[in-house]
């Protein structure tokens, strides 16, 4: 095991095929890891190996991880994936 660098405040991990994500204290989503398919959530393509913020998501309140995508429950009740 490693300490997951510029991450100490995540309230829950999640981890998918080739990447994580962590919800933080102030309800920002970062992900790392394979982004092929878009599932770091950055727009990008581009491998991340360092927790990254998901554009957009302010308000989460809980995550969830799939094989090639990752999504975020709101607090307002919807739910964003990417």
């Known amino acids: 095991p ?3 660098a510029g991450l100490n405040d995540a309230v829950s991990v999640v981890a998918g095929y080739e990447s994580s994500c962590a919800l933080r204290s102030n309800a920002q989503v970062v992900c790392w890891g ?3 398919f878009g599932q770091v959530g ?4 581009v491998e991340r190996r360092t927790p990254t913020p998901v554009p957009g ?6 995550i969830a991880a799939g094989q090639l995508f990752n999504c975020a429950a709101l607090r ?4 964003k994936c990417w």
């Open 42 to 45: 950055d727009g990008t393509g």
């Open 57 to 62: 998501i302010t308000d989460a309140v809980q």
């Open 76 to 79: 307002s009740g919807r739910v």
């Open 2 to 4: 490693v300490v997951v």
């Open 34 to 36: 394979n982004n092929t």
